[in-house]
């Protein structure tokens, strides 16, 4: 059974840049590596694939094609498996059940979610419905990770992930900081994973390269591989790959949230 | 590249829903009572007839906040109602358009009540082309939970794509748009009928209808040897009848058997068994067959049920008679070639809940005007 896992956190604050920055020192490593955006905007693989926009799910299905897996599944840095299950224009339709559907058709005419070493579900900063939880609830997702930095209205939307994975009885295996650079960052995350019954596993600095390379459509790993940024990312890929028991958050409440940005 | 299917033409009259074709599926697997996850007004006239066959339908009542907030409690809560209330031995859950667009999952609530009977668990909407979806789904569930063999499950999922074929070729499906038509008078086609009877013309009298409809079609297959029997002509007609008792789901072959024994009773024979009351699909072609070794020679074919699915090979010569419950399938058969259509307006309705032959219009008409003859 692959290592299945989700990255959560607020919009934005960098969960896509940090799944396929993980995914390729993954699969440097010589692990298969799949990972599935299930983001309308379909931004999760485009670095590991030089900048390349590849066909999404939903936009196949739209068009009444009779769906290959070669149609839907791309290699990308590395033998990355990268799929896209694209989506609406925001305003427009209900994404939610995209991801419904595209994931179950995933499931019967590919391979790529089972023969391989890690998944990373790649999902949008709000889950705002049903179908953003679908990877979830279709049993298909088995670690969570949260992504934050230590601001307050992050740690918000991070307790709040809590929340939700609380009530589905998921379990949270483990939090990352990504830094905005605010002050006592990583000690206020840090002191926020353990309380709610997790632990802090990385500290990724803010780092103007994250940024050019993605600009150039690709990640650190492959751009940028001996940069300090890229270790840190490397790192966080063999902690991620690591055997490691996730317990059910315990979320806290409002007031202990605003006292401990205010360390 | 990919390839690209070639796309399906739009067609813009309303036709059978998935989620009912999921119900009656259900109530044929002999399910006690069956949970609409859903809008209160979802499928309701066909849940309200379903109780005429014995079987429960309830909804848990979705409505615009359980579509913001997802349905999960309710649906718990009506899952515990229905156990305490209907001691059932078999439970269906049916999803619905509203409970899985919003990605409710009709598992969590069954995990959670963890019912000691069978639940299964449909997840369709009515958004499929072709309504046979919903079956497969039902009967893909049911296979899951072992109330059906793998056996029986492939031999439905072959008739339903059969049945898929059916209207496409000549049914519901075979056009953009198909206008609803009430058929030809009765009156005037049991007159045409009785009169070649009555010339000692040579009939075929083929009942191939699709499940409990038969218990009305029937009448009119009996209606037609009845007269020829008045008439001295009861040689003159060969009947066929998709009546087989050792194949299907258990309602079904029940059905095949009671319909025989009413037939048996009024001195009815079956000349040819064509097939269970599930094959109406496929037992045409049987029909068929049948017909080109024996009868290509008939003058006349009076076809009840789905005439539609009976290949014109062996009969286009012969003046046809066809029998049909939807007011939308009068043109298509017009079209192949039948004779006369006429529509029992109706039928299904007066056809649950039923265990022995319901009198139809134009078995009525024949039988009146033959009175007179
Ligand atoms: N450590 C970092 N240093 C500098 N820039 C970063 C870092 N991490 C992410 N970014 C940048 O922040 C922006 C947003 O990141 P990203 O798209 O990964 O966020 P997201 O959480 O996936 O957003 P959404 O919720 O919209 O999907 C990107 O331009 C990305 O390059
Ligand atoms: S739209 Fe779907 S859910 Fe709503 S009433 Fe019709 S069939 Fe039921
Ligand atoms: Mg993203």
């Known amino acids: ?50 900048g390349r926009r590849i066909p999404t799910i939903m936009d196949l299905m739209r068009e009444g094609i009779d769906i290959r897996e070669e149609d839907i599944v791309f290699n990308g840095y590395k033998g990355v498996k990268c799929v896209e299950i694209g989506g609406p224009e925001p305003g427009i339709g209900c994404a939610g059940r995209g991801i419904i559907v595209a994931i179950s058709l995933l499931k019967k005419i590919s391979s790529a979610i089972e023969d391989t070493d890690l998944v990373i579900y790649d999902v949008p900063g709000d889950i705002v419905c049903g179908g953003f939880v679908a990877p979830v609830k279709k049993g298909l997702v088995n670690e969570a990770y949260v992504l934050t930095s230590g601001e307050y209205m992050p740690l918000y939307a991070a307790n709040n992930i809590c929340k939700g994975l ?61 940069s300090d940024i890229a270790a840190v990312y490397r790192k966080l890929a063999r902690s991620i790959m690591g055997k490691r028991d996730g317990k059910i958050p315990v979320p806290l409440d409002d007031k202990r949230l605003r006292e401990l940005t205010r360390i | 590249m990919p390839l690209k299917k070639e796309k399906e033409p739009l067609i813009m009259h309303p036709r059978p829903s998935s989620i009912v074709a999921a119900l009656y599926t259900l109530r044929d697997l002999d399910t006690d009572v069956v949970i609409l996850h859903g809008p209160p007004g979802c499928s309701f006239k066909h849940a309200r007839l379903l109780e005429e066959d014995g079987m429960r339908v309830v909804t848990t009542s979705l409505d615009e906040s359980g579509f913001v907030f997802g349905g999960h409690d309710v649906l718990v809560e009506v899952l515990e109602k229905v156990i305490e209330r209907f001691n059932p031995r078999r ?109 000692g013309k040579k009939g075929l009298n083929i009942l191939n209808a699709k499940k409990e409809t038969a218990f009305m079609f029937a009448d009119i297959n009996l209606a037609v040897a009845e007269v020829a029997q008045k008439l001295n002509a009861g040689s003159n007609i060969i009947n066929m009848a998709n009546l087989d008792d050792n194949v299907g789901l258990p309602k079904n072959r029940r059905n095949a058997l009671e319909i025989k024994g009413d037939l048996k009773e009024k001195g009815f024979k ?104």
């Not at chain 2, 290509?296 to 008679?321: C, T």
């Open chain 1, 166 to 226: 609380a009530r589905l009885e998921m379990t949270l295996n483990g939090v990352i900081c990504n830094s905005r650079g605010a002050l006592n960052e990583e000690k206020i995350v840090s002191e926020f994973s353990k309380e709610i019954g997790s632990q802090l596993l990385a500290f990724i600095p803010k780092d103007v390269l994250v940024q050019t390379c993605e600009r150039d459509g690709f990640s650190v790993i492959e751009n940028a591989p001996d």
């Open chain 2, 91 to 199: 439970i269906g859950i049916v999803g619905t358009c509203a409970s899985m667009i919003i990605g409710e999952e009709l598992h969590e609530a069954v995990t959670q009540v963890q019912p000691d009977v069978p639940v299964i668990e449909v997840e369709v909407h009515a958004g499929y082309r072709d309504n046979t979806k919903g079956v497969v789904m039902a009967l893909e569930s049911a296979l899951a939970s072992g109330i059906i063999s793998e056996a029986e499950f492939e031999r439905q999922k072959a008739l339903l794509k059969e049945a898929t074929m059916v209207e496409k070729r000549h049914g519901a499906a075979s056009k953009e748009y198909l206008e609803p038509n009430r058929g030809d008078l009765k009156y005037k086609v049991a007159g045409r009928l009785l009169e070649l009877i009555k010339q």
């Open chain 1, 1 to 50: 059974m692959p290592k299945q896992i989700a990255i959560y956190g607020k919009g934005g604050i960098g969960k896509s840049s940090t799944a396929s920055n993980v995914a390729a020192a993954c699969a440097d490593e010589g692990y298969r590596v799949t990972i599935i955006g299930c983001d309308p905007k379909s931004d999760s693989s485009i670095t590991l694939l030089r």
């Open chain 2, 270 to 373: 079956i000349h040819h068994i064509i097939g269970g009351l599930d094959e109406y699909p496929v037992a045409g072609n049987t029909a068929d067959r049948i017909i080109g070794e024996k009868y290509k020679d008939y003058d006349f074919a009076v076809i009840s049920g789905v005439p539609h699915a009976l290949p014109m090979d062996n009969i286009k010569n012969m003046e046809l008679f066809s029998i049909t419950n939807g007011p939308r399938q009068v043109v298509p058969l017009k079209e192949m070639g039948h004779t006369h259509v006429v529509v029992e307006i109706d039928l299904h309705p007066k056809t649950l809940g039923v265990s022995h032959i319901v009198e139809s219009e134009f078995g009525a008409t024949l039988r009146e005007l033959a009175k007179d003859a």
